[in-house]
């Protein structure tokens, strides 16, 4: 029971993810591989201040999704002058960057050692120490980033955002600031992979680097392009399926050794369905 929690939490964490990142990749059309980075700073920024500050969880979230926000902001303000496949180049870069400052930055990260003893999250005197609790608390966060991105895609905001991704060009002829449009949704996404960072970041007690890598940010990309471009019930659906693969193939009987294996080839075989199928359309 317990590890079914574990897995539903870790469920919402990379729904909340996906979900954010398909703001910008998936609405605005700039593909990132830079979001395991602002995971990680929201996931830092939120353990920094509650283990050296003791600031209360509710005090440090804010604050966390601010600083990403910030850097997000700087980034895109460079990063966006770009187009296509060098903006990817540059998010990568980003993405190194940022694994390098959590990974060498000793005397604030602590670098490879972690940063151990995060407390548990208090909420007005409430204790969310069960992962019963916790599971409850990822699903209203995640409830909560779902309701605003569909507010979000469907105002006039959103409609931009579809039109720059589809036609860059067209939609500046209307009258549209297509530059802001960018850095708006760039740094909206950024804030909210902070939110997910904080939560794993109390749910774990621990992070080090590794947990922020190139790895994850691919990961997180693929849920996006495996659920559905401008899809957010999709991510919801690909986050499951792809966190609950690995326990269904040692479900039917695999050996670990074999299931690994399978995990990647499934994964692939996924990706190159879902690029054919965009390509078509």
């Not at 208090?122 to 779902?146: E, N, V, Y």
């Amino acid at each position: 029971m317990e590890y079914l929690l574990h897995l539903l939490i870790l469920i919402g964490i990379y729904t909340m993810l996906s979900q954010s990142l398909n703001l910008s990749a998936g609405f605005g059309g700039m593909i990132s591989l830079a979001h395991a980075g602002f995971y990680g700073v929201g996931a830092y920024t939120a353990a920094l201040l509650a283990v050296n500050c003791q600031l209360p969880f509710l005090l440090a979230l804010p604050a966390a999704m601010l600083f990403s926000g910030v850097l997000a902001l700087i980034v895109s303000a460079i990063a966006l002058r770009t187009i296509d496949d060098y903006f990817i180049v540059c998010t990568l870069g980003i993405q190194i960057v940022a694994f390098s400052l959590m990974n060498n930055w000793m005397t604030l990260t602590r670098g490879p050692l972690g940063i151990p003893g995060i407390p548990n999250i208090q909420i007005f005197g409430i204790d969310i120490k069960s992962k019963l609790a916790f599971l409850l608390l990822t699903l209203l966060f995640a409830a909560l980033i779902f309701f605003f991105l569909k507010k979000l895609t469907r105002s006039s905001f959103g409609f931009t955002l579809r039109a720059l991704s589809e036609d860059e060009i067209f939609t500046q002829s209307l009258g549209k600031n297509v530059y802001l449009s960018k850095v708006i949704a760039f740094t909206a996404s950024a804030m909210l992979a902070a939110v997910p960072g904080a939560l794993y970041a109390h749910y774990i007690s621990y992070i080090d680097p590794t947990s922020f890598t190139i790895d994850e940010s691919i990961f997180i990309l693929s849920i996006v392009i495996i659920g559905g471009m401008r899809n957010l019930w999709g991510s919801v659906i690909a986050a499951t399926f792809l966190v609950l693969l690995p326990e269904a193939l040692r479900f039917v009987g695999m050996p670990s050794a074999i299931a690994a294996n399978m995990r990647q080839i499934i994964y692939g075989a996924m990706l190159i369905f879902m690029m054919f199928r965009y390509s078509k359309c």
